[in-house]
């Protein structure tokens, strides 16, 4: 177990709809991060957050969006969802935004788009 | 520039043998991670590397950070089946926050 928990673990739901992705870092953890992870495919950085506020963008669609809320805990919004959003979405957590850091991952919400 | 090439894309070998793999960059990384990532499972993390030209060994693992900080290597000694699965190599870019991930090797063990 890294500490790190992601909720729900599936999601299915129907194309132009939105979701919301949570996920709680490690207690103590300060950054958190957003992959996206298609099928058989590697990990695609979508955002990072450090203590509140956005510190990197990646490969984030604008139909994206996240935050992170003053108790660390930290949400990915999708909306106008489409087929091809349908992927593994990971969290990791790690205690330092930049600089020496290891990051921890979460199980994953699979998110199914039909 | 940034993306991280990690080779090779596959592996199949026999109990036993020895696997090496690589991630490079014509950039320079901060930080070097591997991880390990069992079928519909988070990655989880193996070694982590901080200074050029340092080796660390984890059990059966050994990784090395590059010395001129643009490449890290895994080796894996004595495979057994649990090490099947997929390995991808992470770096932390030198000046920036966001963590890269390789495309990952998978990793096959025939007993």
């Known amino acids: 177990d890294s500490g790190v928990t992601q909720t729900p673990k599936h999601l299915i739901t129907a194309t132009g709809q939105r979701v919301t992705l949570r996920c709680s870092p490690r207690s103590g953890d300060l950054s958190v991060y957003w992959y996206q992870q298609s099928l058989d495919q590697g990990l695609q950085f979508l955002i990072q957050y450090y203590n509140g506020e956005e510190r990197a963008k990646g490969n984030i669609l604008e139909r994206f969006s996240a935050q992170q809320f003053p108790d660390l805990h930290s949400e990915l919004n999708l909306s106008s969802l489409e087929l091809g959003d349908s992927a593994l979405y990971f969290c990791?957590?790690?205690?330092?935004?930049?600089?020496?850091?290891?990051?921890?991952f979460g199980q994953g919400t699979r998110l199914t788009v039909v | 520039g940034q993306q991280l090439n990690q080779s090779p894309q596959s592996m199949f070998i026999q109990e036993g043998e020895d696997v090496s793999m690589n991630c490079t960059s014509s950039?320079?990384?901060?930080?070097w991670l591997w991880y390990k990532q069992d079928p519909g499972e988070g990655p989880v993390l193996l070694i982590a590397?901080?200074?050029?030209?340092e080796l660390t060994s984890n059990g059966r693992l050994t990784a090395q950070f590059g010395i001129t900080r643009k490449d890290s290597f895994l080796n894996i000694s004595a495979s057994i089946p649990s090490d099947v699965g997929i390995y991808f190599c992470?770096?932390?870019?030198?000046?920036?926050?966001?963590?890269?991930f390789g495309a990952g090797t998978r990793l096959t063990v025939k007993p």
């Open positions: 992470a770096g932390q870019l030198w000046g920036r926050n966001d963590m890269r």
């Open positions: 990791a957590s790690s205690p330092q935004g930049r600089g020496n850091t290891e990051a921890f």
């Open positions: 590397l901080y200074k050029a030209g």
């Open positions: 950039s320079i990384f901060n930080t």
